[in-house]
C-alpha cells in the first residue's frame, strides 16, 4: 500500500472515530504538500465541515490530532493551513519504505486489471516514407501501450497500414510514367524513400497542370469544369472577386485553398490516378501487380525505420482488407434505415440532429472514402479481441473524424462503439514552421534519427570521458543519447498541445532533456561500481537515524512513482513520466551537488558513518531504479557510462 493510500484509509478511519460518518478512503483528496509549508502530504479538510459542524481550522486540527496519535508509525506530526491538513510522515516509515523497494526491479507495476486495450498507432500510409510527425505518433502510441500494461492493462498493439486509395495512386502512376523501371536494388535508395519521391513528383506535376485551370478559371474561362464542378467554380470566383474578400487575407486564403483543391480534381494527371483507383478496386491484374511490388518496397523501408526507432506491433491491419467490411456495413445501414442514398447513388447519413452535418460514407461510383475503411476496421478489430477500449493515436486535424465514427458505430449499434477513445494530439513543427508532404518539405525520420546520432557524438567526443570505450560501445552509447533525446523531447509536451521541435536542444545535457536524466542514471552507476558493488547485500539494512531534507525528498519522490504511473494512465499521457523523470533526475543533482563549507553534504563514497553511507547507497540504487523503469516506459534506454 502507497503512503497516499496509508494515509486515506487512516483518515476514513479517523472521520469515522471523530465524526460517525463513513467516507470511501478512495473519496479523500489529498495532495502533496507545497513546498513553502512542512509536511509531505495534504488532505483537503472542507467537505468534511458538513458533517463535523466546525470551522475548516477546527475539523483539520482535530482530525490531525487524532491521526497522531492513533497512528504513530505513519504520522509524526501535523499542522493545519486553512482548510488544508498538512501531513508530516514518520521518517522511520520512509526508511522502512527504502528498504524495501530500494532493490525492486519491477517497482510500479501493477497487478492485471482484467482490462483489454488496443492501441492503435503509426498508421503510415505506403506512398511515402516516416517523417516527423509520425515519430511523435509513435512515440505516443508505444509509450502509452507501455504505461498501461505497467499498470495492469492487456494491451494489443496495432497498426493499420493505410495502403490504398488516392494517395497510393499517385505514386504508382508517377512512378509508372517517370521511373523507366526504377527500383530499390537498381538505385540504392531505400524503398519507402524511393516510393516516396515519386508522390512528391506526382505533385509537381499535379501543380503545373493546375495553374493554367486557376488562371483561366479567375477570368471567368470554366472550359475544364462540367456540371456540379463548373456551378461551383462560378460561385467561388465570384465571391473572390469581391472586394472585401480581397481585403480579408484569412478567407481570401480559405477561398484560394477551395478553388485550388477544385481545380486540382481536373487536372489530367489527377484524372488518371481516379481511373487507377477505380481499376485497383475492381482488381485489375496489372495494377494490382503494381500496387502489391511497391507497398513490399516501402514495408521493407518501414521495418527497418521501426527497428532503429524500437517500436513494436502485436497485429498488423491493412486498408486494403478491411474497405470491404466499412461497405458491408454501409449495407447494413441503408438497409436499417439509418443511412440513405442521394441521387447520384452516394450513401450518407444525416447527423444534423446530432449538432453535426451529413457525412459521406460512400461515392457514387461505389468507392470507399476514409470513414468507410475505419467503419469496418472498427468492427474487426473488435471480432478479434472484444477490447475495453480502443485507442486511436491520431493528430487532432481528425477531432471531428473520431466523433463521427464513434456516433455512426453507436447507431449503428456496434458493440465497439462506446469503448472508441481518440488519443488526439498536436502537430509538430520545425523552427522554420510546418511541414507539407506535398512539396517535399517534411522532415525525414532516418535522416532525423542520422543527424541525432551525430549529434550525439559531436557533443559526447568533445567531454572527452569515453577515450577508453570500444568504438562499438561508443556506437551504442550514441544511439542512446540521440534516440533517447529525440523520445524524450517529443513525450515531455502534453500531447494535446502542438509543439516545436529543436534537434540540437533535445540532446543538450543542461535543461529538460533525455541526457540530462541520463546522465543522472550514469553519474550513480559509476558511484555504486565504486562503493557498492554487492549493494544486495543491503536489503537486510534499515536506518533508524534521522533523514536530510533531501535524503528524505528523494525517498519521498520515489515512493510517488506509483501514483505518477496511475496519473499517466489516466491522463493518456507520456509527458507525466517525462516530468517526473526530470524531477527525479534534478533532486538526485540537487542531493549530489549540494556543499556546506565546500564539503559535500551527502557523500556517498566519504560518508560521515557506515550507516549514512548504506542509507545513501540505498537511496540512490532505488533512483537509478525509478530512472530507469521511467525512461523504459517512454522507449528510451538509460546507459552505463557517458
Keep these: 500500500m502507497s503512503v497516499v493510500q496509508s494515509i486515506k484509509s487512516a483518515a476514513a478511519a479517523a472521520i469515522k472515530a471523530l465524526f460517525d460518518q463513513t467516507i470511501p478512503a478512495k473519496d479523500i483528496a489529498i495532495n502533496t504538500t507545497k513546498p513553502e509549508f512542512e509536511g509531505e502530504y495534504t488532505i483537503l479538510v472542507f467537505p468534511f465541515t458538513k458533517f463535523s459542524r466546525l470551522k475548516p481550522e477546527e475539523t483539520a486540527d482535530r482530525l490531525g490530532k487524532y491521526l497522531q496519535e492513533h497512528n504513530p508509525d505513519l504520522v509524526a ?41 488496443m492501441v492503435e498507432y503509426s498508421s503510415p500510409n505506403t506512398n511515402k516514407p516516416l517523417h516527423l510527425g509520425h515519430l511523435r505518433n509513435n512515440f505516443l502510441g508505444y509509450a502509452v501501450s507501455e504505461i498501461l500494461k505497467a499498470n495492469g492493462y492487456e494491451v494489443i498493439k496495432a497498426n493499420l497500414v493505410n495502403d490504398r486509395g488516392i494517395h497510393i495512386c499517385k505514386s504508382m502512376l508517377a512512378w509508372q510514367l517517370f521511373a523507366h523501371g526504377d527500383t530499390p536494388e537498381s538505385t540504392g ?31 471567368h474561362d470554366y472550359k475544364d469544369f462540367e456540371g456540379a464542378d463548373k456551378e461551383r467554380m462560378e460561385k467561388l470566383v465570384t465571391v473572390f472577386h469581391k472586394p472585401e474578400i480581397q481585403a480579408d487575407e484569412e478567407k481570401l486564403d480559405k477561398l484560394n485553398d477551395e478553388i485550388r483543391e477544385l481545380a486540382r480534381k ?54 486494403s482488407e478491411t474497405y470491404l467490411l466499412g461497405k458491408d456495413l454501409v449495407e447494413e445501414g441503408l438497409a436499417k434505415g439509418i443511412l440513405f442514398k442521394k441521387e447520384d447513388n452516394s450513401v450518407w447519413i444525416d447527423l444534423t440532429a446530432d ?13 470507399s472514402v476514409y470513414m468507410t475503411q475505419d467503419l469496418g476496421t472498427a468492427r474487426l478489430k473488435y471480432a478479434d479481441y472484444q477490447m475495453d477500449q480502443s485507442l486511436y493515436v491520431v493528430a487532432d486535424e481528425q477531432n471531428y473524424h473520431f466523433k463521427v465514427l464513434q456516433l455512426i458505430l453507436q447507431k449503428l449499434q456496434e458493440p465497439c462503439a462506446d469503448g472508441i477513445y481518440h488519443l488526439s494530439y498536436g502537430m509538430v513543427e520545425l523552427p522554420s514552421g510546418r511541414m507539407k508532404s506535398r512539396e517535399g518539405t517534411v522532415v525525414d525520420a532516418d535522416d532525423l534519427i542520422d543527424e541525432m546520432i551525430a549529434t550525439a557524438a559531436e557533443q559526447t567526443k568533445e567531454s572527452g570521458k569515453l577515450d577508453d570505450m570500444t568504438e562499438d560501445a561508443q556506437g551504442l552509447l550514441y544511439n542512446m543519447i540521440g534516440l533517447g533525446g529525440l523520445k524524450f523531447f517529443l513525450l515531455r509536451v502534453d500531447p494535446k498541445k502542438k509543439m516545436v521541435f529543436d534537434p540540437r536542444e533535445s540532446i543538450s545535457l543542461q535543461g529538460f532533456t533525455s541526457a540530462f536524466v541520463q546522465y543522472a542514471y550514469a553519474r550513480i552507476k559509476s558511484i555504486l561500481r565504486e562503493v557498492a558493488p554487492d549493494i544486495d547485500k543491503l536489503e537486510g539494512y534499515c536506518h533508524k537515524g534521522s533523514l536530510t531534507t533531501l535524503e528524505k525528498a528523494l525517498i519521498v519522490l520515489n515512493e510517488q512513482y506509483d501514483n505518477v504511473l496511475e496519473e499517466a494512465a489516466k491522463e493518456m499521457s507520456p509527458s507525466v513520466i517525462a516530468n517526473y523523470a ?23 563514497r566519504q560518508a560521515e558513518t557506515p550507516e549514512k553511507q548504506k542509507l545513501r547507497l540505498q537511496i540512490i540504487k532505488l533512483t537509478a531504479n525509478t530512472i530507469a523503469k521511467s525512461m523504459k516506459l517512454l522507449g528510451i534506454e538509460v546507459p552505463e557510462r557517458m
Excluded: C
Design 77 to 117: 506530526g501535523y499542522n493545519v493551513i486553512k482548510g488544508f491538513l498538512n501531513i508530516q510522515v514518520n521518517e522511520q516509515y520512509w526508511a522502512q519504505y527504502l528498504q524495501q523497494h530500494f532493490n525492486n526491479r519491477n517497482i510500479g507495476k501493477k497487478p492485471a486489471n482484467g482490462k483489454k486495450v
Design 189 to 219: 535508395i531505400k524503398g519507402d524513400h524511393l516510393v516516396g519521391d515519386y508522390y512528391v513528383k506526382f505533385e509537381s506535376i499535379l501543380k503545373e497542370q493546375t495553374e493554367p485551370i486557376i488562371a483561366r478559371a479567375l477570368e
Design 266 to 319: 481536373q487536372t489530367e494527371i489527377m484524372q488518371q490516378a481516379k481511373i487507377m483507383l477505380q481499376q485497383w478496386e475492381a482488381g485489375n491484374p496489372e495494377v494490382r501487380a503494381l500496387w502489391a511490388t511497391m507497398n513490399g518496397w516501402v514495408y521493407k523501408g518501414f521495418n527497418q525505420t521501426y527497428k532503429r526507432l524500437g517500436i513494436d506491433f502485436d497485429k498488423m491491419y491493412y486498408e
Design 355 to 367: 449538432g453535426l452535418d451529413e457525412k459521406l460514407l460512400l461515392r457514387g461510383d461505389g468507392t
Design 582 to 604: 526530470y524531477q527525479l533526475a534534478q533532486t538526485f543533482n540537487s542531493f549530489y551537488a549540494e556543499k556546506k563549507d565546500g564539503i559535500p553534504v551527502h557523500s556517498v
